[in-house]
């Protein structure tokens, strides 16, 4: 299969490349397209056997479902089979944007687009090209990342292509996403609301916004947690890893540095190409390694926006290990960090 590449302005896409794309979600085929977050995979949420295509080109576990995306606040009522009243105030002030809202499933949505739950995750992305082709599809279009399963997120259609380019029908490129981290799944059928993934939209303004919320336990967690723990089915995979090892060094910025530098002096030893995951401050402080920023620790929307691109570089550098260090986990730098922690096994080294 060859994969159509089809390029178009983030802001006005070309109407024509939309309606050629959204020909094949109809005929239930895939086409990736870009969101604000990441680059999506995106299926007929309404056919199950274009869902069932999409788990077995990404190679996704079938226990794991997709997000449903939208185009329209009113899809939402055809997809949940009960919209809470504290959704509304949520939808009309988040979306579009990246937050994902789990809600009771209604008997429109196949079994396999929510792996048998009981409930299904939906959202509407701020990226006119998402929505054009949604509203072109004229259905609601699952799509979990475009990446293989276990590889970082896709944040341009370089990354798509290099996981699933001629096993998909088409690739929508906008050029780079804009957030960077997939979105925040939020929980709606348990009270307090839980957030079940760290994403795009800060916890700290989902609780301005909501009073009680809560953190899954999962989302800050040092170590795997056992699966009862765990309510969000993509949680208890290996999530997000390059094929570099990866450490995560965390703790105060100069004992950071410190920790992070021994590690690479001792990894160097043992005849490994090293590479370190740094911050405009901090990128001046190691030798003898590759080295990349991820951008200010001031600036933790601009970190939270390279962290898959330059993984995934360190792996085309044929790095072997990758030293990361830690960012503040406030704002978006929580995502960062979990997305990090998981990528490493966790792997985690306090540094003091
Ligand atoms: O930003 C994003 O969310 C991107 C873009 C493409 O929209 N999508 C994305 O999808 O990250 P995916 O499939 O890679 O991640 C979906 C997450 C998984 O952690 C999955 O377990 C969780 O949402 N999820 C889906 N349905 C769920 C449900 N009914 N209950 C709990 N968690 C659910
Ligand atoms: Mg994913």
Redesign the pocket.
């Given at each position: 299969m060859k994969t159509l590449v089809l390029k178009v302005d983030p802001q006005e896409p070309d109407i024509e490349k939309v309606r050629l794309s959204a020909d094949f979600i109809k005929k239930g085929g895939l086409v990736a397209f870009p969101?604000e977050?990441?680059?999506?995979l995106g299926a007929d949420a309404l056919n199950g056997e274009a869902v069932l295509s999409l788990f077995r080109v990404k190679r996704r576990p079938l226990d794991?479902?997709?997000?449903v995306?939208i185009c329209d606040v009113k899809d939402v009522y055809r997809l949940a089979e009960m919209v809470p009243f504290r959704a509304k105030a949520l939808m009309e002030r988040f979306w579009p944007g990246?937050l994902?809202l789990?809600f009771k499933r209604s008997e429109v949505v196949p079994d396999v687009t929510?792996a048998g739950?009981d409930?299904?995750?939906v959202?509407m992305?701020r990226h006119n090209v998402a929505l054009a082709l949604i509203r072109e599809s004229g259905c609601p279009i699952a799509?979990?990342?475009a990446n293989l399963a276990g590889k970082p997120?896709p944040t341009s259609a370089e990354h798509v292509l290099d996981d699933l380019g001629g096993r998909i029908d088409a690739i929508l490129d906008a050029g780079p996403t804009v957030v960077g981290v997939?979105?925040t799944?939020l929980?709606l059928t348990v009270d307090p609301p839980q957030v079940?993934?760290p994403?795009?939209t800060p916890f700290e303004v989902l609780r301005e916004a909501l009073g009680g919320v809560e953190l899954n336990p999962a989302v800050t967690a040092e170590k795997a947690l056992w699966m009862e723990k765990v309510?969000?089915?993509?949680?208890k995979y290996k999530h997000y890893a390059p094929d570099a090892e990866v450490v995560v060094v965390e703790g105060e910025v100069n004992a950071v540095v410190a920790k992070a530098s021994e590690l690479v002096k001792f990894y160097r030893e043992e005849g490994r190409k090293v590479g370190v995951l740094a911050t405009d401050e901090t990128a001046t402080c190691y030798g003898g390694c590759v080295v990349k920023s991820l951008g200010s620790r001031r600036d933790l929307a601009v970190v939270a926006r390279n962290l898959f691109r330059l993984l995934r570089e360190f792996d085309l550098e044929g790095v072997d290990v990758i030293v990361a260090e830690g960012v503040p986990a406030e704002g978006l730098g929580l995502a960062v960090m979990n997305r990090l922690r998981k990528a490493s096994g966790y792997h985690i080294v306090k540094a003091r």
């Open positions: 969101t977050t990441v680059y999506g794991n479902p997709p997000i995306h990246p994902t789990i929510v739950l409930t299904i995750a959202r992305p799509a979990p990342s997120s997939e979105s799944v929980d079940l993934r994403g795009g309510r969000s089915p993509g949680v």
